[in-house]
């Protein structure tokens, strides 16, 4: 039997074994589903050792564990690869807008329905399957293998990071492997090459002692939800730029060729506003939405918490505001630097009469990988070769934030090799993920271990 006969026999196995993942509601920042996420770690764990890994440990955190595996069995001048996924998942609300419940999985037209499903649970399993395929038909890996799957992607990689510095050895291979971007269309291979970084702020803003009568306060003491919705207002100015001091400093403009390398891959902003439907795009003056999403910073708020929102009306003076903020940022800002900046601004513009806190919850530094190397050749040919399609060479607006942290650790080249849709709404109700891109990522893995064996170390 060949492993595409064998991916071929088992499809249906491997679909009720990807419900089975989905179905662990493990969202890493709900402390209530902490219990769910050491199941997951533990469901995976069981998994890995099923399909025949013999060194497979659940790693504690200060957070939630780590699945960590290897085969290192390949032989004499195999490569090593380091796999990198995460178990966890984004929070499901809001839950009424699922059309299944989110930890019940559906097949429907060809995609499974479940938080989790492309990001990342999907993609992860699509590289165990492959690795069970490899294993059971060929009695080997071609290379060897090590999998590091964290349950704390979504929430920072808080704990990820310290393990990776102190387990530089444990971690050693010749390229990292990472599943968890998008292609850049249905059929439509692709490569990132770059990945934006993260500043994710809260703002917190006190007033009065407690929430007053607006008719008989109002107007002689600041109101604190007026107060953060000026600050929140300052931080952008109407062309998109934002006005934070200094924020700009280190952004690199782009050069003629990259902005044609950009306009080349024929990103389509119809496309785009048909995907979230609305009839005008938004973003930063000057920019295409290509460059806008791949190579320009952004600043946006992510929720605001504060005052009467009950049906009907109130009046009020809320004693006390929230709001969280994040910041993706491109190379080479750095998340410290852009903290700080941050902080430093708000603080400079809170209107007086209220005291504003401000917090750094978490970050990650922006991603560029060299796009000619041996591992990206192998890859880039895996692909087009499974795909039967050209693979393109794309950046990609979300953060992974231990990418930049492997490169700086174990100094070897990454690939992030996708196979989730950008419209398969991940952190948004109906998240799914494309069986036919389940299946056909399994087949582009297997031969891209073939290729990495094949070229050597
Ligand atoms: N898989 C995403 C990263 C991603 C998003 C890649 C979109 C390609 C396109 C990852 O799980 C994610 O959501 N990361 C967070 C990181 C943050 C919490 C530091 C993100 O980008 O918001
Ligand atoms: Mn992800
Ligand atoms: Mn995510």
Known sequence: MTTSEYLTQHRERFEAELIEFLSIPSVSTDPERSGDVVRCANWLADHLRGIGLEHVEVLPTNGHPIVYAENLDAGEGAPTVLFYGHYDVQPVDPLNLWTNPPFEPVVRDGKIFARGATDDKGQVFLHIKAIEALLAVEGRLPVNIKLLIEGEEEIGSTHLAPFVKENAAKLACDSVLVSDTSMFAPGQPSIVYSLRGMAYMQIDVQGPNRDLHSGSYGGAVQNPLNALATIIAKLKDEHGHITIDGFYDDVKSLTEQERADLAALGHSDERLKA?????????????????????????????????????????????????????????????????????????????????????????ADPVLVERDSPVMHAATQALEETFSAKCRFTREGGSIPVVLLFDQVLNVPTVLMGFGLNNENAHSPDEHFDLSNFHTGMRAVVRYHHLLAAAGR
């Open 275 to 363: 995907d979230v439907d609305v009839a005008e795009l938004f973003g930063e003056e000057g920019y295409s939405s290509i460059e806008r999403l791949g190579a320009r910073p952004t600043l946006d708020v992510n929720g605001i918490l504060g005052g009467f929102t009950g049906e009907g009306a109130k009046t009020v003076l809320p004693a006390r505001v929230m709001a969280k903020i994040s910041m993706r940022l491109v190379p080479h800002q750095k998340h410290d630097d852009i903290a700080e900046k941050f902080t430093a601004h708000v603080k400079s513009i809170a209107p007086a009469g209220v005291t504003v806190q401000v917090q750094d919850l978490h970050g």
